[in-house]
């Protein structure tokens, strides 16, 4: 256990605040102990993954839990599909590019996304047509008050967009000690989404030359022309979800304003795109002193050295409001305040 641990350089904001105590669990044995021990003994706590969807707005007077529990295993495999039991500490892009080189498929939509196994059911991560519910079998995690393993079926982790019960019911319940993905040895590829289609035409790939590393090249390029690098600027991705309106409201923004871009869901409901919201109300590329909104990317919000989390966090809080005051819609933050 360290005190007094700056944590920095563990959140990809990068903001500057300190730790009361900090401690790694590097294995799953580690971990059941610590939680059955009483070391945690009511105490508040965090649990860290890679630190890409937090803001820290304060000095934590509590324990930080590092989740470092690495491995992976294969579960069950046939002529079809593999199942992989990742361990939470796995960095989640180095995993998505192994399964890639494997020829098992799936995950491949899901390049470049920062962070670690561990926080991929939290809010279900997601990007370019596909989430990772879409993959997950099972997630093992050990109940912070008891010690006691348990095995969270998917349907048991009710994901939905950019949440789980790990985010919501069971916030703060559960340490997510490892995850089951059943990945494809026969790809269905997925290039719904417009952006990888034409892409893979700048790529040169055509139906027949495409495969899941085209795919996953295809993802990463879009990515890096669009979201800002974390190791250069500081920033935790999108900021706020893109918001669900009924068929009904949607009518009668899209009177009001003919180009705003929106996404049917199944049940009727609309997604609108958050980030068209925030170019609209003026944000994009906005700079105070050292943070503001990205340029390339209205939806993220970025640290360009030295900003604080209330800084960051009362920015949020402009947006919020002007795009409340203009389109009538409240933006809920997806990133996870602290
Ligand atoms: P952390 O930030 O460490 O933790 C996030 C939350 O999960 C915290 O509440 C933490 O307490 C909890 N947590 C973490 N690990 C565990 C565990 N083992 N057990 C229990 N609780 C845990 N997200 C997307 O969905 N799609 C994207 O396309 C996407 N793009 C991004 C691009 C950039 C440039 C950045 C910076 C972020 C992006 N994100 C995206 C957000 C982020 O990468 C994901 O949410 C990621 O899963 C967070 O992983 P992490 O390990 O860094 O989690
Ligand atoms: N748009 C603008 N201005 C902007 C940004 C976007 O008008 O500044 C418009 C685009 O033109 C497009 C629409 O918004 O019509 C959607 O944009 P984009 O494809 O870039 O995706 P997004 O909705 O902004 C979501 C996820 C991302 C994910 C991408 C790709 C959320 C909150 N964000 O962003 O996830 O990578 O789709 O699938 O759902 C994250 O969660 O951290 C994240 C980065």
Known sequence: MKNNVNLKEFNTFGIAVFASEFEELNSSDDAI????STELNGKEFLILGGGSNLLLTEDFQGLVIKNNLKGIEVVEENDESIVLK???GENWHEFVLQCI??????????SLIPGNVGASPMQNI???????????????????SSGDVKIFSNE???FDYRSSIFKTTHKNQYFISSVNFKLSKKPDFNVSYGAIKSQLEKNGITEESLTIKAISDAVIAIRESKLPDPKKIGNSGSFFKNPIVSAAEFEQLKRKFKSMPAYQLPNGDYKLAAGWLIEKTGWKGYTEGNYGVHKNQALVLVNYGGASGVEIYDL???ILLSVKDKF???????VNIL
């Open 33 to 36: 102990a610590f939680f059955k």
């Open 86 to 88: 990742a361990g939470a």
């Open 101 to 110: 080189e494997k020829g098992y498929a799936g995950l491949e939509n899901l």
């Open 126 to 144: 997601g990007a370019y047509g596909v989430e990772v519910k879409d993959l997950i079998t099972e997630v093992e995690a050990i109940e912070i």
């Open 156 to 158: 048991e982790c009710r």
């Open 316 to 318: 949020s809080e402009r």
């Open 328 to 334: 009538r819609v409240t933006l809920e933050r997806e």
